[in-house]
């Protein structure tokens, strides 16, 4: 199973909106409502920051919001902080029975 | 609240064995599947293994079908990952992680460190 395909870096300034892309095919991403998004810090563990497609777990801010259109699948940061400077990895349930991970984008807020 | 303390990890050889533990505590370990991802230095994230609640339902990753083997022992609240035939790819970070609806994971741990080198 191929990793999903995310941009590698993605910038915006304190404020504005950005969204992280996440493509795959129809035997993943395309094929099932269940994508989920993970934050990650330097040296820190992942954190699941939206879960089936666009549910947030308890604690997340709602500046996070998630979407999918066909094969891909799309992560909003809505009024981006410094603390939201992290990688983020999209994860798919595929026909396999396994899940796959993107492959990482950096968030940097200029 | 809810804690996954991952350790065993160390330096080992090529072709070595090494047997990583999760121990979980928080909530009923027995209730959930678990997995372990993994994570090479200055790289993305890999899905491992998934093992189901009861330990009948078990899938890996194709880059280790055949090395690893995971497993659980409910009546202790822990994971396991028992790695043979390790080779340098296989230097990571390995994270447990427990399984939140279909391929999500709320709760990690702290990661335990692998490094595979002569």
């Known amino acids: 199973q191929s990793a999903l395909t995310q941009p590698a870096s993605v910038s915006g300034s304190p404020g504005q909106s950005i969204t992280i892309s996440c493509t795959g095919t129809s035997s993943d991403v395309g094929g099932y409502n269940y994508v989920s998004w993970y934050q990650q810090h330097p040296g820190k563990a992942p954190k699941l920051m939206i879960y089936?497609?666009?549910n947030r777990p308890s604690g997340v801010p709602d500046r996070f919001s998630g979407s999918k259109s066909g094969n891909t699948a799309s992560l909003t940061i809505s009024g981006l902080q410094a603390e939201d400077e992290a990688d983020y990895y999209c994860s798919s349930y595929t026909s396999s029975s396994t899940p796959v991970f993107g492959t990482g984008t950096k968030v940097t807020v200029l | 609240q809810v804690q996954l303390v991952e350790s065993g990890g160390g330096l080992v050889k090529p072709g070595g064995s090494l047997r990583l533990s999760c121990a979980a505590s928080?909530?009923?370990?027995?209730?959930?599947?678990m997995s372990w991802i993994r994570q090479a230095p200055g790289k993305g994230l890999e899905w491992v293994s998934y093992?189901?609640?009861?330990?009948?339902?078990?899938y890996y990753a194709d880059s280790v079908k055949g090395r690893f083997t995971i497993s659980r022992d409910n009546a202790k609240n822990s994971l396991y990952l028992q790695m043979n035939s390790l080779r340098a790819e296989d230097t990571a970070v390995y994270y447990c992680a427990r399984d939140f609806g279909m391929a999500a994971h709320d709760y990690w741990g702290q990661g335990t460190l692998v490094t595979v080198s002569s």
């Open positions: 928080g909530f009923t370990f027995s209730d959930y599947y």
């Open positions: 089936e497609v666009s």
């Open positions: 093992i189901s609640s009861s330990g009948s339902t078990i």
